[in-house]
DNA sequence: CCTTGACGTGTTACAGTATAACATACATAA
DNA sequence: TTATGTATGTTATACTGTAACACGTCAAGG
């Protein structure tokens, strides 16, 4: 999905940083960059009929605030200060209904929640989380879903899901704590 | 770790099953299968100096008694009856224990503990979780660890730990439920 | 011998995560 | 209109995990 961009190189024509892996973990402009995705997600919710409801929308942009995961109370204290629900299941039908459209994620690891930063995209999500501060970015996974589904299909079993999680140091807290 | 073994066949000098990936779903020999881990965790244990306790040697003989995993309150309960502690603590530090020594791993998908099946040998877990049956298989992983490492260094991220788990349906019950 | 310190176990109490079940509201369709 | 499906809100409860302290054992060092 094209989009203007008053940062784009002369003959640059789409904003390719928005769908780089390591952006997470850089510096980068991402009120931009959190725009986007949600413009992305509104159509592709549109496209499919799916309600991106008020709440929903709402979970969507607090998710996007920041590109780490956040616990389902933690959003829920967001909402209630937005005047929604304050009980535990408005936040995590929220959630559920943003994991079940490919608009967030779910991080076992971390009982908590990311937005999916290329929405639409049919990608096996692997996570990469710096346990310094805290991002998640989606990493590239295509060869290693591949290499998950030969080990599966060698010994013929079918996978429907996965949980693809790596817990370490991002190029920036690398350089500081070594 | 070779071992006898009355059902080897003539010329077979180890009990290769054992470490088969797929054993976890197929109709096998789980006593001498469940056995010869047990021995194989004792010996590391005694090698390595960690203390394999009675309450930590029983967590493992009750992991080890199927190829499924389990929650900690489940682990608690078998211990209570067995005379143990019958707090939350007893059955989580026992299984930190032994999930530090490597003894067995921790399924964050289903918030549950499996028994390592190869103890000792250096192995990134990548875990095949039936969803119909519940059995939990250790893959073989070497290749979808490499291809992790790659997208990592990539983007100049260092690894430290890794959770990687597929839901899915084994061969038997995909047989069974198409 | 006795002390000291490390470690393992047991207990209380609590924190954090998640869901079941029911009530209400609103949309759309018959 | 009435019925039906879906979304939201609420109560209550279940499930998962940890902090902190008390007690016992054992080995090292006085
Ligand atoms: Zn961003
Ligand atoms: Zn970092
Ligand atoms: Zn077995
Ligand atoms: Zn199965």
Redesign the interface.
Known sequence: MPHDHADLHPGQDDCLGCTS??LA?ARHDHDHCAADVLARAEQLAAASGARLTPVRKRVLEILLESHKAMGAYDVLQRLAADGFGNQPPVAYRALEFLVDQGFAHRI??LNAFAACMHPGETHAP?F?I??ACDAV?E???A??R???D???Q??????????????????AC?TVAP
């Open positions: 892996p390591d973990f076992r690891r692997t990469l710096c346990k970015a990493a590239p996974a060869p290693v591949a290499a998950l030969a080990a599966a060698a010994i013929g079993f079918a996978i429907e899901r996965t949980n693809i999680e790596a817990l370490g140091l991002c190029p690398r």
